[in-house]
């Protein structure tokens, strides 16, 4: 039995002073306390820890390296596609597995605890399968053994180049599969999958409107009757035009009339929806997968948080195309492009919650559901999914209840973050990863090896 102390605590009923934790050698909390005497491992400020919702990990290895413009005035997303499709045709799977243990890594050094990998590089660069079709799934796999951080695994079907059903690129032969080969990588991947410890969740993705056919999006549901499906949808106004064009409505608009969309699926970005749009997909009960930081970086469009809450909506936070992984940073920019939209302040807060909280009470709930991970609140019987902060930092100096995280979110950074605890595995201690010596040492003669891929 691991015991874990805290000054502070946050726990279902609200805050909590001089909290015990017990923690059972299966992962999971088997009792909580408060008005304890120190005992076991003493930490400051102890929160639940979120989930990471959408990562592509190799593109990590990309960060800092896309940040010139070409010879047109007009660098975006699409621009930007094409410069990660180079970068990739040079990545082995010996890279792909030293980069994800170093992104998760980063991952719970910055407080998360679950990394849902979004995982679409499948195949060699000409497109040609690996001996194992689940190659690189593996890689992933083996990358979470390495961090110790909890997995969703969610293998990506990616079948055509666009919504008109046109051939992959030469850039997108390897993530390529059709509807029966995904279902074989699927497969093979779950027989690796079933070697990860208990905590680890599976689940699919069908890449977007743009990737896959819409008579296979309308039966996915069915097709895949258990676990998460995450999906990338309404992230670019081009996307927009092109399913509008092609299939005679807005992305999120033929979602919400040809798909089974409910509490299970985690709809990623969804940043060019209307008003109308937005109330509907929240009161499916499918939690919003939102990327600030990338969304802002690739110019995406502002998801319309404000709307969404008021209506019920769910959301959860990730890093996406980790340019930078930074969980205070993630929420501190969501709250902020709300209120440089609209022109106040506070945009998030509800008349119960300050910001921080609502933010953070939001995606702790939308994270586990999206991932189907018993997890979340304090409580007996979830996973240990623990973060402690800093409470002797000056930043939080004298703040009380909810202001602890206002602080931490809009004042501190994830340098406050001093442990970190997956399914009770302690991972992160005085800030750093147990293992970060030999993570960074493999990552750092990867980046040497691709130092010329852009």
Not at 45 to 55: G, Q, R, T, Y
Request: aromatic content about 8%; charged content about 20%; some cysteine.
């Amino acid at each position: 039995m691991k015991r874990i102390w805290a000054h502070k605590a946050l726990l279902p009923h609200g805050w909590a002073e001089n909290v015990l934790v017990s923690v059972g050698h299966d992962g999971r909390i088997a009792d909580i306390a408060s008005s304890t005497p120190i005992q076991g491992h003493s930490c400051g400020i102890l929160l639940p820890a979120p989930v990471n919702v959408h990562s592509h990990s190799f593109q990590r290895a990309m960060a800092g390296l896309t940040e010139q413009r070409g010879p047109k005035a007009s660098d975006n997303f699409w621009t930007w596609r094409k410069l990660m499709f180079r970068f990739l045709e040079r990545l082995t799977p010996e890279h792909v597995e030293a980069i994800a243990a170093f992104v998760q890594m980063e991952m719970l050094e910055a407080g998360y605890t679950t990394n849902a990998e979004f995982h679409y590089l499948h195949h060699h660069p000409d497109g040609t399968p690996y001996d194992d079709i689940a190659e690189m799934a593996n890689r992933i796999a083996a990358a979470s053994l390495q961090s110790g951080i909890g997995l969703c695994l969610l293998p990506v079907h990616y079948e055509f180049g666009g919504c008109d059903g046109r051939p992959l690129s030469a850039g997108q032969k390897r993530f390529g599969n059709t509807f029966d080969q995904f279902q074989d990588l699927q497969n093979a991947a779950i027989t690796a999958f079933s070697e990860l410890p208990d905590d680890g969740t599976y689940g699919v993705a069908p890449h977007s409107l743009r990737a896959v056919g819409s008579d296979t999006l309308k039966a996915y549901g069915n097709a895949f009757p258990n676990g998460p499906i995450h999906m990338h949808l309404a992230e670019q106004r081009q996307e927009v035009d092109e399913v509008l064009s092609l299939w005679n409505a807005r992305p999120v608009e033929w979602a919400l009339e040809n798909m089974e969309l409910q509490d299970r699926w985690c709809l990623i970005h969804c940043t060019q929806m209307t008003a109308k749009e937005t109330q509907r997909l929240a009161a499916t009960g499918a939690v919003g997968g939102l990327c600030p930081i990338t969304e802002s970086s690739l110019g995406d469009g502002i998801f319309d948080g404000v709307r969404w809450l008021d209506a019920g909506g769910k959301i959860a936070i990730g890093s996406d195309s980790n340019i930078r992984i930074s969980l205070s940073e993630e929420l501190r920019t969501l709250e902020y492009s709300q209120r440089l939209r609209d022109g106040t302040r506070a945009a998030l807060a509800s008349p119960e919650l300050s910001t921080g909280r609502r933010i953070f009470d939001a995606i702790i709930d939308g994270g586990v559901q999206a991932t189907n991970r018993t997890s979340g609140a304090l409580r007996v019987g979830n996973w240990a999914d623990l973060l402690s902060l800093d409470h002797l930092s000056i930043n939080l100096a004298e703040r009380k209840g909810d202001a602890v995280l206002d602080a931490w979110i809009f004042a501190g950074d994830d340098r406050l973050v001093t442990d970190v605890w997956s399914a009770g595995r302690h991972l992160v201690h005085d800030g750093q990863h147990i293992r970060r010596d030999s993570i960074v040492g493999r990552y750092r003669k990867v980046i040497t090896e691709l130092k010329d891929a852009l």
